[in-house]
């Protein structure tokens, strides 16, 4: 029984520190490449945002795949970043973003 527990807690850890460590790097790109259009809290509040009328992500009801493959070919003015930033880089992001739709 207990090494059923510990190895439930390990499991558990991992998953934990590897969603942490996606939410890190992931908040550290949206800082970098998309915080200037979608604002700090995913609103689009921002002068950027709103005179280039992009959509806050807090009532956003698209899934994972529909934001990664968006962010890879850009939609309306948001360019696409599949040159610019890694499968993982854009798979963190999006993680990140959903974050802060809660």
């Known amino acids: 029984m207990k090494?059923?527990?510990g190895i439930a807690?390990?499991?558990m850890m991992a998953a934990t520190m590897t969603t942490a460590f996606a939410q890190g790097s992931g908040a550290d790109t949206y800082k970098g490449k998309?915080?200037?259009c979608h604002a700090a809290d995913?609103?689009?509040s921002g002068p950027a945002g709103k005179s280039l009328n992009v959509p806050?992500?807090?009532a956003s009801k698209?899934?994972?795949a529909e934001m990664i493959a968006e962010t890879k070919a850009g939609k309306g003015k948001m360019p696409a970043f599949a040159s610019k930033l890694t499968d993982a880089q854009i798979?963190?992001?999006v993680a990140y973003v959903k974050t802060l739709q809660k």
């Open 3 to 5: 090494i059923r527990t």
């Open 9 to 11: 807690l390990v499991a």
């Open 34 to 36: 998309c915080q200037m």
């Open 42 to 44: 995913g609103t689009a």
């Open 56 to 58: 806050s992500f807090k």
């Open 62 to 64: 698209q899934t994972e």
């Open 91 to 93: 798979k963190d992001v």
